[in-house]
């Protein structure tokens, strides 16, 4: 608990002592690996950066942007291209896992996530459209099936359920 002091949160430092005790396993650093792990961004959700990172680059004027690359990121870039949220984007090979440029973003007005990905039936996505988009037949939700991942407006023509992944509007 006492390691767990000298993390300060407001700065995002920890002191070089708590470090080495860290790496070396200690039994009193377990919280603090907690935190240097939030910290260093190991735990951080890829889709909701890259969405937030669009959303970002969209309101301060800008149409391009480097998000890192996913299967899922993939696949919910493909749907917004579809849905034309966005114009191109394109996969450049890092040689680690890369990273896709978006090119012509357009009009978001806000997207996230949703988490804990929640499980829905075919008949529950009226009342799940209504939680998270503004008003209907504006947006879409993105909803992950075992037919891949579909908008909401697919899942009516298929008829099945899935887990909600994403909204965009």
């Given at each position: 608990?006492?390691?767990?002091?000298?993390?300060?949160?407001?700065?995002?430092?920890?002191?070089?002592?708590?470090?080495?005790e860290?790496?070396?396993?200690?039994?009193?650093?377990?919280?603090?690996?907690?935190?240097?792990?939030?910290?260093?961004?190991?735990?951080?959700?890829?889709?909701?950066?890259?969405?937030?990172?669009m959303?970002?680059?969209?309101?301060?004027?800008?149409?391009?942007?480097?998000?890192?690359?996913?299967?899922?990121?993939?696949?919910?870039?493909?749907?917004?291209?579809?849905?034309?949220?966005?114009?191109?984007?394109?996969?450049?090979?890092?040689g680690?896992?890369?990273?896709?440029?978006?090119?012509?973003?357009g009009?978001?007005?806000?997207?996230?996530?949703?988490?804990?990905?929640?499980?829905?039936?075919?008949?529950?996505?009226?009342?799940?459209?209504?939680?998270?988009?503004?008003?209907?037949?504006?947006?879409?939700?993105?909803?992950?099936?075992?037919?891949?991942?579909?908008?909401?407006?697919?899942?009516?023509?298929?008829?099945?359920?899935?887990?909600?992944?994403?909204?965009?509007?």
């Amino acid at each position: 608990m006492q390691a767990l002091r000298h993390a300060k949160r407001d700065d995002q430092e920890i002191r070089p002592l708590h470090m080495q005790e860290m790496l070396q396993g200690s039994w009193r650093c377990f919280r603090i690996q907690k935190v240097w792990r939030t910290i260093s961004g190991e735990n951080m959700d890829l889709l909701a950066d890259a969405l937030n990172i669009m959303k970002v680059m969209r309101n301060s004027g800008r149409d391009e942007c480097k998000i890192p690359a996913s299967k899922i990121i993939n696949a919910v870039l493909q749907i917004l291209q579809k849905e034309e949220y966005l114009k191109e984007f394109e996969f450049v090979d890092d040689g680690k896992s890369g990273f896709y440029i978006v090119k012509g973003i357009g009009a978001i007005n806000e997207c996230g996530v949703i988490k804990p990905r929640f499980a829905i039936k075919f008949k529950d996505l009226a009342k799940v459209e209504e939680q998270y988009l503004p008003s209907k037949d504006f947006g879409i939700l993105i909803i992950s099936t075992p037919k891949g991942m579909v908008t909401n407006q697919r899942m009516r023509d298929i008829k099945e359920g899935g887990r909600l992944v994403a909204y965009v509007y």
